[in-house]
């Protein structure tokens, strides 16, 4: 189905919501933490990574009661309009900084992050399986996502560049880093509801156009529970997802060390201003728009698997060369950043549309649809990959002897830093491409998939076997 602009346009707007804390917390969480707040960077870390972890339980539950959700606004936007508030006042919080003894700063900024990710959670996995709600079309997919992905660029805009220029504009008036650091924290937190409400009263189409008004019943009694767990099962059988997830938590946790080891790189190796860092973050945000119309024409004439392989492979192979040829100057930096945006663009652009087409293939198996449930297993690989992700760059961080008391890192400090910043980004990304490469959905095979949905609606009979390769 055809979509209207309208709705291309209200739907994209919510990624801003998404991209907007995803990357804020990816960039700036362990760097608060260890620099503002004072905690240690294998216990920031592990706070970081708690609350990922967290999420990993509640993206699941989350994509299960959305596709069980029987209401006249649909299945999933619900969901959006109930999130938007504590998104605003979970994400100011988290990155206030509170003078307490250290140990209750771990147990408070660990409480903290829990809820910022229960609050994601809530509209992230509904919000991605709208989506496909909207449209069973294999292209149609593919343009949806490009209008989600430029809102992405504007969420990455609020999540990393503004809250450096934030930062920069407040401490020069006079305000200490910490009130800096809150005031970012609201500004991204209020952006991100602004962005769930809009998308929510903007989209009149129903995901649930048969709504009937029936006796309200309890979600997640024992039986609906056990259902629920039935249904994980029967989707991680599925080829397509399993090479999905794991292709999907090995890139992320490339992001998550490159993002917020950046930080880091350009503050300490360089040792850039705060309005270099912006200017480059900027750059990155704007290279990756446009990137949008070439992965876009790129996947209408190829697969997309075949672009999301060669995106990875490009931009690994080109940041493992970064290691040994080194990254010594605000132009070259520059250039990394410009790279990293091919893999990236790639990512946000093709990952959540090859997920929409694993829908149809679960509706085929299962003879029912399970979207939410589908597409909440990307929840989890984010949680998994965000908990690894800062976890690793940790680890990464105190070996090296990195110490955020010091203004001058020592030559450990900054080589620990360095290969968070090219070489572990760049195997994984390398290791992301082999395994895509496998992803057994195509044009083709799409087609067939939608043509025996088709045909089961109407009532004929489907033989499964056909379907053994992809299954």
């Given amino acids: 189905m055809k979509l209207k602009f309208r709705t291309k346009l209200s739907y994209g707007i919510g990624g801003v919501a998404d ?18 707040v004072g905690i240690e960077p294998i216990t920031a870390g592990f706070i970081a990574a708690l609350g990922a972890s967290w999420e990993a339980v509640c993206g699941p539950i ?38 307490m003894p250290y140990s209750l700063k771990v147990i408070y900024y660990g409480v903290l992050v829990m809820v910022f990710w229960t609050t994601f959670a809530v509209f992230f996995v509904p919000y991605m399986a709208w989506g496909s709600d909207l449209t069973e079309e294999y292209n149609e997919r593919t343009v949806i996502r ?27 008036m006079g305000k200490t880093a910490a009130v800096a650091w809150s005031y970012v924290g609201l500004f991204v937190g209020l952006c991100a509801a602004g962005s769930l ?3 929510t009263l903007t989209i009149h189409e ?21 259902e629920m767990f039935k249904s994980y099962f029967v989707i991680l059988k599925l080829k397509a997802i399993r090479y999905l997830i794991l292709s999907s938590i090995l890139f992320l946790v490339s992001n998550i060390v490159f993002s917020s080891g950046r930080i880091y790189y350009y503050t300490y190796n360089l040792g850039l201003k705060g309005t270099q860092v912006s200017i480059i973050l900027l750059i990155i945000t704007v290279s990756g728009i446009a990137f949008v119309p070439f992965i876009n024409a790129f996947s209408k004439r190829f697969d997309k698997n075949s672009v999301f392989f060669f995106g990875q492979i490009i931009t690994g192979a080109i940041f493992i060369a970064f290691r040994f040829i080194g990254v010594n ?6 250039i990394m950043g410009i790279v990293f945006s091919i893999a990236n663009s790639c990512y946000w652009q ?4 090859m997920l929409y087409d694993v829908c149809g293939l679960e509706e085929l198996v299962s003879g029912g649809k399970h979207s939410g449930s589908v597409i909440s297993l990307q929840a989890l690989s984010e949680s998994l990959a965000s908990a690894i992700g800062l976890q690793l760059l940790g680890i990464i961080l105190q070996t090296s002897g990195f110490n955020s008391a010091e203004k001058i890192q020592s030559a450990e400090a900054l080589y620990g830093v360095s290969n968070s910043f090219t070489i572990v980004p760049g195997i994984l990304m390398i290791l992301v ?20 949905l088709e045909k089961r609606r109407n009532g004929e009979q489907i033989d499964l076997d056909e379907f053994k390769d992809i299954i």
């Fill in 19 to 36: 991209n907007a804390m995803f990357n804020f917390a990816a960039s700036f969480l362990l760097f608060f933490l260890t620099i503002i």
């Fill in 62 to 99: 989350i994509g299960y009661l959305s596709d069980n959700t029987n209401s006249k606004y649909g299945k999933r936007k619900p969901f959006l309009m109930i999130a938007a508030a504590p998104v605003a006042l979970s994400t100011g919080l988290l990155f206030t900084a509170i003078d």
């Fill in 146 to 172: 490009s209008y989600t992905y430029v809102f992405y660029q504007v969420g990455m805009g609020i999540g990393i560049v503004m809250p450096t220029i934030i930062v920069h504009y407040l401490t020069e």
């Fill in 197 to 199: 409400l809009i998308c």
């Fill in 206 to 226: 129903s995901d649930n156009p048969s709504f009937i008004k029936t006796k309200r019943e309890r979600l997640l009694t024992s039986s609906k529970i056990k």
């Fill in 329 to 334: 100057s605000y132009v070259v930096a520059i």
């Fill in 350 to 353: 093709l990952m959540p549309s």
């Fill in 433 to 452: 491409a082999i395994i895509i490469i496998k992803y057994p959905i195509n044009r083709v095979t799409f087609k067939k998939i939608m043509v025996s």
